[in-house]
């Protein structure tokens, strides 16, 4: 995917209780990638950060 600002947005995460923390997706990215409707994902650590991808479940 090429850097540019069409694939990039800034959003914030806050703390919700005391283990786990919320992050918003755009709904334009969220519809792109099926996350409009309540789905399971995978978080995976990255030596450059973190990588959030949809769980499929065939």
Not at 5 to 21: M, P, Q, R, Y
């Amino acid at each position: 995917m090429q850097e540019n600002a069409d694939n990039k947005e800034i959003v914030k995460t806050w703390l919700t209780g005391n283990s786990s923390c919320t992050l918003v997706i755009p709904k334009r990215f969220a519809i792109e990638y099926g996350l409009d409707k309540p789905a399971h994902v995978i978080i995976e650590k990255r030596s450059d950060g973190l990588l959030v991808r949809k769980l499929d479940v065939i």
